[in-house]
């Protein structure tokens, strides 16, 4: 089946310093999403990509959907504290019930 | 917007009892809900598919008869672990999808941690 390989599968960083992580996949997708997870908490929605190329900001957070739609990244500016948690980025197929395949999530960690 | 509740939170029982998990969409349609299975420190394993008013569609593995869903609406969703026993514990997370751009994406609840002794 569909696979997307995530990394970094960990980061250590420190409070203020800027963040990249990426997903690729041997599938071509339709819509890529970044979640984020805290412990014990189900993953929110950070962004929605739809549109290959496309470049999407929320706040301190921009992602990227792949010209070749096999691949997306996400960065985040400027770390703070509660950007600790995990990452996923997942993958869709197409529209409609379509179910979604997750990357193996980036843990982030930062020192203040 | 999009918002997916999820009951219980946690719960503990002993084994060979049965229990249900509720996912409900608080502000619109679920045309389609999900429901995971995560392990610690790992990524979020795709149990089944639901849509309202018709049965769920099972992943590879995963027994239908243990894993109950009913999607008896478009705002709820029921999971119910028959017959748990300890092997059973885990994160269960649901997430739910509508046909909007803003409830498109799937949007998750906040999960239930079973712990069955």
């Known amino acids: 089946g569909q696979q997307l390989n995530q990394s970094p599968q960990s980061m250590f960083i420190q409070e203020g310093e800027d963040v990249s992580m990426n997903c690729t996949s041997s599938s071509i997708f339709n819509t890529w999403l970044w979640y984020k997870q805290d412990p014990g908490e189900g993953p929110v929605l950070l962004i929605a990509?739809?549109?290959?190329?496309e470049l999407t900001s929320n706040g301190r957070l921009t992602a990227q959907f792949g010209i070749t739609r096999k691949d997306s990244f996400l960065n985040i500016s400027a770390s703070i504290p509660s950007d600790v948690g995990i990452y996923f980025c997942a993958g869709q197929l197409g529209w409609g019930a379509q179910k979604l395949v997750f990357g193996q999530g980036t843990r982030l960690t930062i020192n203040p | 917007g999009a918002v997916v509740s999820q009951h219980p939170s946690w719960v503990i029982c002993k084994s060979g009892t049965s229990v249900k998990i509720e996912c409900r969409s608080l502000d619109f349609q679920a045309t389609t809900m999900f429901w995971y299975r995560q392990f610690p420190k790992q990524s979020l394993m795709l149990m089944a598919t639901?849509?309202?008013?018709?049965?769920?569609?099972?992943e590879q593995g995963v027994e239908k008869d243990k894993f109950l869903i009913n999607h008896a609406s478009l705002t709820l969703s029921t999971l119910t672990v028959t017959s748990a026993h300890p092997e059973d514990s885990s994160f269960y997370i649901c997430s739910a999808r509508g046909d909007s751009p803003s409830n498109q994406p799937q949007h998750f609840g906040d999960g239930t941690r079973l712990s069955i002794l």
């Open positions: 639901s849509n309202e008013g018709s049965k769920a569609t099972y």
């Open positions: 990509l739809y549109k290959a190329g």
